[in-house]
């Protein structure tokens, strides 16, 4: 992760009652390939509020995203070490010798170890939260620079001992005499030796989160047809976006003793005969789930370096959007698992003094085919605002044609930690290229939370 720090300076731009029979748009196959419009630059307010400093994003970057077990990720840098005020990144799944994995990686990267950094968890919306830790810093004066970000590494997980197996090894290290040493490995038992695996599985609930989007996607009559063809346009866009070299923000990796890695590995289109032959992979066998309208397990990194707009300018940089409203919200975890963005999206919508039509450009995370579509659902139920949400009306559905137009983590992976910077910069970057104003990133999170935010394009 060191490197994605070095890199973002070196390259400064100078369920039973929710199913009702929903319906839901179909994705023909003639609209999967269909490229947005080109925005028209729209005279509409800013959202800059009196009394609070203006937090931009000069430039965000990431190593590619890769299949877990494919290609490894190991970072070391040399960065300036007087430009940062604080440090603050995101992870899931930590090891327990860096469980503040902020500050090893800027240490490691050549960051004054006067800098401060820690890290913080939120689930697939840790590096959200990374970057709206810093957003407050920034906004209340504390801090002028901020580097955000995330980090996930799935192909070496902490994998423990067994409960039995960690207590006696505690105990044997306790253990003052011989005789005492003897008598607990007297105790030890074959089963002792196996390990706890790791599993996305929601300790208050024990369901695993494909157990729960297959339940979602069910309550909310998406069937599996819809599901894959909905991962197909993911595929097929991410494919076009990465072939027209619209994602930008990915640089080059290094894997030392492989070959340098520079684009993501898990695009993959194929065709909806070949994805209806996927069995079921959580409800079995008639579940609608499968390995191919899932994201998959990613490696991966993620670094935005954020300021204060009077920072940025006067060290002669051309930010690249305005970072506005954003909020947090959590629901039932057992029920309402993915339903984030739908609690979310009007929330922020709200704060922001925004419509739907006021947004440009769309950036949901993908966790399953099935929860973006039973989000789109709840999200056009007048029935669920008012019975759910205590809304009196929707707040409608996303435009598909300004809806992750360029591919999601469906294709382009979903490294838990790393995956909101992705989003930020997805819109900031379609904003730019389209010429629109307002991006609306939004994601789901494990435990029921979810975050969304308003993203502004600046100025050109």
Known sequence: MA????????????????????SVRPLSCSSQLRAAPVAQTKSKKTLAKANIRNVVVVDGVRIPFLLSGTSGLLHRTNVPKDVVDYIIFGTVIQ????????????????????????????????????????????????????????????????????????KMLLDLNKAKTLGQRLALISKFRLNFLSPELPAVAEFSTNETMGHSADRLAAAFSVSRLEQDEYALRSHSL????????????????????????????????????????LKPAFVKPYGTVTAANSSFLTDGASAMLIMAEEKALALGYKPKAYLRDFVYVSQDPKDQLLLGPSYATPKVLEKAGLTMNDIDAF?????????????????????????????????????????????????????FGATGCRLVMAAANRLRKEGGQYGLVAAC?????GHAMIVEAYPK
Not at 3 to 22: D, E, H, M, V
Request: charged share 20%; net charge positive.
């Open 3 to 22: 490197s994605i720090l070095t890199y973002t300076f070196r390259n400064l731009p100078n369920t039973s009652k929710l199913a009702l029979g929903f």
């Open 363 to 415: 950036e949901f995370h993908e966790a399953f085919s099935g929860q973006i579509l039973a989000n789109f659902k709840a999200m056009d139920s007048d029935w669920f605002a008012q019975n759910y949400m205590g809304r009196k009306t929707k707040v409608g559905l996303p435009p598909l044609e300004k809806f992750n137009t360029w591919g999601g983590s469906l294709s382009l992976g979903h490294p």
């Open 238 to 277: 991410a494919k076009k976006a990465q072939d027209e070299g619209l994602l930008s923000d990915v640089v080059p990796f290094k894997v030392p003793g492989k070959d340098t890695v520079t684009k993501d590995n898990g695009i993959r289109p194929s065709s909806l005969d070949q994805m209806a032959k």
């Open 445 to 449: 999170a494990a435990g029921g939370q």
């Open 95 to 166: 090891e327990v010798k860096t469980s503040n994995v902020a500050r090893e990686a800027a240490l490691g990267a050549g960051f004054s170890d006067k800098t401060p950094a820690h890290t913080v968890t939120m689930a697939c919306i840790s590096s959200n939260q990374a970057m709206t830790t810093g957003f407050g810093l920034i906004a209340s004066g504390q801090s002028d620079v901020i580097v955000a970000g995330g980090v996930e590494l799935m192909s070496d997980i902490p994998i423990r001992h067994s409960r039995k197996m960690r």
